[in-house]
């Protein structure tokens, strides 16, 4: 008998019976909601007759839609964003489930405020009806996203019907070199192994370069597993998330600490473990990346040209994206005038990459006519930022400094660049269209995106630093 | 919630032939535009399937927007359908609009449950039967086999998956009658893992 992977044991300690041979009925120990799709969860189980099993497990926040301009309240810019902010707010205060209205200063993206607040922890299981959930399994607890039926079925049951995924470890050997980040080196996985890359599996990352990655970094790394289509991602959680975890608002008590640290030790996975499939990257390989296509896979280093378009079906959806993004193939991307630089979202947007960009900005300014937008990953992160006075950096170099939320990462119908706009973004999509109509999104790290919102046109960040 | 069972469908087959077709191109965001499962068939791959999205002018350029789909059950796609948001309300418009199954090389892993609790049958088929799909097709589920034009290939869905669509089940209701064992699980749990717990329990907790 071969020893168990990480997976295997979240499984089965929380197994309640097996369903048939593929599927299982697994225990939910948290769940997470948000306006955009929490609201019509909590909505249809209430119509349905049905209630919240245990509100205690459940947590809401308003991020999707809310307005990230200051002052803001619940009128937004999207024409029916009021609805959604209103009728969760609702939902959440009939079930009695713990709401992070706007105003609490816990109120920020989902993925963010889990893990300041200890929602997420070591061992759990984690559900959200968002795909970027994986990105709570840096904390080493199996997280992952869902459907809104799905939702239902977790709050009035505290289970779900779960298909057993594949495993996979992704084995990153050596170190980053310092000019690459965690950013990087996701835009480098998912360019090479590809936008289904790891279709059906839930992922470990393990090694030397993922030891070496702080606790927010290896978030960064884990939320970009959904653009693999991984079931979700995992890090085996050691001393760094422990001490992360210390003292946060739901972490285990002082009476309870040591029993929890004990329990996660042993979440590794055994030296003789069986993945259904290993992959080896080398993090000395890794350089500052960029995205130049409409697909997270289309991504390059920065100093590569743009890839021509190949034969065959994958040729058509390289040509589609050329046109659609207006580059051509064999330019570089260095140089490309830019029309705006938006540092944000789950992937992007902690203390540390608000720390990283503000170290590139202080005492420069971005090019003129540029737009530069920063937004805060949770109010916390706001706070904490201005209380180090990074957000004076940010204004000084004539970056907006914006309230808590997902903002730009996503159109909804409110705010957005403009077609035909091309922005430099730390978030995780350049799907055709995602972060408005026509709009032409080139995803990189912190660093490459604060450079490149100084220069006006794509660059180097080495340059800047 | 419950819907119509799946067990046949026969019907003409739309040709969208592309990979990585994201939740976000079959239902944008900004056409989500009320808390509710319904009212989303007009926003049904709106980005591509109109010219000018307000006045709702159709692309003729669109194969969705060619006379000959009209009424089609069958929507045929690439690698990777459905990936990116997990937004439900792709299944939701796709169902609404009137598609009872969905052909593709792959699919992204939550839409394909988001699928199967709406009554859409995802088959995963390879490229070459996909592309030869240009008659009749009939879908059958209880044998698990797609048929078009004198052939025949066979496909492939989990059990779970299966029942559900054959069945038209609630899977909340299903899971229902095994409270007892589930709250057996967390007797024993909280007990075992005080530390998962006890930070939702007493003061903490607003
Ligand atoms: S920041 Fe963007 S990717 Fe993250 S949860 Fe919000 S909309 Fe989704």
Known sequence: MSGLTLFDKLWDAHSVRSLDTQTALIAIDRILLHERTGGIAMKALAEDGRAVRDPARVFVTMDHVVDTLPGRGDRTIMPTGTQFITQTREAALAAGVTLFDLGDPRQGIVHVISPENAIVLPGLTLVCPDSHTCTQGALGALAWGIGSSEAEHALATNTLRVKRPATMRITVTGLLPDAATAKDLALHIVATIGSAGARGHVVEYAGPAIAALSVEERMTLCNMATELAAFTALIAPDEKVFAYFKGRSYAPGASQWDDAVAHWRCLVSDPDAQFDREIAIDAGNVAPMISWGTSPEQSIRLDQPVPATLAGPAGHAAARSHAYMGVDAGSPLIGLPIDAAFIGSCTNARLSDLRKAAAILQGRTVAPGLRAICVPGSSRVKAEAEAEGLDQIFRDAG??????????????????????????????????????????THLASPETVAASAVAGHIVDPRGYR | MAFQPVRTVTSAAVPLLRDNI?????????????????????????????????????????VLNAQRWAGAQILLGGQNFGCGSSREHAAWALAE?????????????????????????????????IAALDAVVHIDLTTQTVACAGQEWPFHLDEESRAMLLDGLDPIAL???DADLIAAFETHDRAARRWAWEPLEGSLHD
């Open chain 2, 175 to 177: 899971t229902l009658h």
């Open chain 2, 97 to 129: 609009y009137g598609f009872r199954a969905i052909i593709a090389e792959s699919f992204n892993p939550i839409f394909h449950g988001n699928c199967v609790r709406n009554g859409i049958l995802p088959v995963a088929l390879d490229a070459v039967p």
């Open chain 1, 399 to 440: 970056f907006e400094w914006r309230e808590a939320g997902c903002s730009m990462c996503f159109f909804a119908g409110g705010e957005s660049f403009g077609a035909g706009e091309r922005v430099i973004s730390t978030t995780n999509r350049n799907f055709e269209s995602r972060q408005g109509h026509g709009t032409r």
């Open chain 2, 22 to 62: 994201d939740t976000d191109a079959i239902i944008p965001s900004r056409e989500m535009k009320s808390v509710a499962k319904t009212g989303l068939a007009d926003g049904l791959f709106a980005g591509w399937r109109y010219l000018d999205e307000k006045t709702r002018t159709p692309d003729p350029a669109f």
